[in-house]
């Protein structure tokens, strides 16, 4: 019960500080998540990308997507099914689904299972390294299915917000690499 509190507790904090942070030098923040986000993309070769599609606070991962695209790398978003997601092609049109957050109109449910990245928006992380989310469990849920398809899970975000308790549940993703400015 006391993580649960001081979970929720850091999550208003951390929501607050990307509130911040998305007002002030957003575009180059995310320009300098994006470039190195690349880099990494680059050198572990990925071609099966698993991406989001961002909320207002999230790092804008649509000049990266562009340029993936162009490089006709695969890419793949989640697909909200019940209480968690589903992983699907991205193509457009894109429409606006709950929480306002867009998915591809008309997509399949993507069959092969292994992903070489899939890149997540964290609201905040702990000493663990355990994501802090908006607190749906949607990407718990889809990761414990999908962790063992997984070969890299990086998490972004424009401010990185720490703690340095265990605030996290043995449930909640795990980084393999975070990127922050």
């Known amino acids: 019960?006391?993580?649960?509190?001081?979970?929720?507790?850091?999550?208003k904090y951390c929501l607050k500080r990307l509130q911040k942070a998305s007002v002030i030098n957003s575009y180059k923040k995310d320009k300098l998540v994006?470039?190195?986000?690349?880099?990494?993309?680059?050198?572990?070769?990925?071609?099966?990308i698993m991406l989001y599609l961002p909320l207002g606070t999230e790092v804008n991962l649509y000049p990266l997507i562009k340029r993936l695209r162009q490089e006709k790398r695969e890419l793949y978003v989640p697909f909200m099914v019940g209480k968690s997601f589903r992983v699907v092609k991205y193509r457009l049109p894109l429409e606006k689904k709950r929480f306002g957050i867009?998915?591809?109109?008309?997509?399949k449910q993507y069959?092969?299972?292994?992903?070489?990245?899939?890149?997540?928006?964290?609201?905040?992380?702990?000493?663990?390294?355990?994501?802090?989310?908006?607190?749906?469990?949607?990407?718990?849920r889809f990761f414990e299915k999908e962790i063992k398809n997984i070969n890299n899970i990086v998490f972004v975000a424009r401010e990185l917000c720490y703690s340095k308790e265990i605030i996290t549940d043995h449930y909640d993703v795990k980084a393999d690499v975070v990127i922050v400015p």
């Open 111 to 140: 069959r092969t299972k292994k992903l070489d990245i899939a890149i997540v928006p964290i609201v905040g992380m702990d000493v663990t390294c355990r994501r802090v989310g908006f607190g749906k469990g949607m990407y718990d």
């Open 102 to 107: 867009k998915e591809p109109k008309d997509s």
């Open 34 to 48: 994006t470039q190195r986000l690349y880099q990494f993309i680059m050198e572990h070769n990925a071609r099966k």
């Open 1 to 11: 019960m006391q993580r649960d509190n001081n979970k929720n507790h850091f999550r």
